[in-house]
């Protein structure tokens, strides 16, 4: 997997604007916590068991588990217009 950050420095002249996407990854649940052990049920990828903006869109259909356990990968994409303007000096 990859992650992948655009940072950009803002100017006021040239103000940029900033496309935000949000992933959830495999889930990281350690289901023998309990018993001192390490395992992972193996969901690979979070997929919403509910319309968005319900309860159930923050449990898993694959795994049953809640949202948060499951890895966030932010995507930051930066988008600017810059005009390429010459300065003529004399």
Do not use: W
């Not at 935000?20 to 990281?28: A, H, I, L, M, P």
């Not at 990828?45 to 259909?61: K, P, Q, V, Y």
Request: positive net charge; proline residues 1%; contains cysteine.
């Amino acid at each position: 997997m990859r992650r992948r950050q655009v940072i950009v420095r803002r100017s006021e002249e040239q103000p940029a604007r900033s496309v935000r996407s949000v992933k959830y990854g495999e889930c990281q649940k350690n289901h023998a916590a309990n018993v001192g052990g390490y395992a992972v049920d193996g969901c690979r990828e979070f997929m919403a068991s509910g319309d968005e903006g319900t309860i159930s869109a923050l449990t898993c259909a694959a795994c049953g588990c809640h949202r948060n356990f499951h890895k966030k990968e932010v995507e930051i994409e930066a988008l600017s217009d810059f005009s390429s303007q010459t300065s003529s000096g004399t």
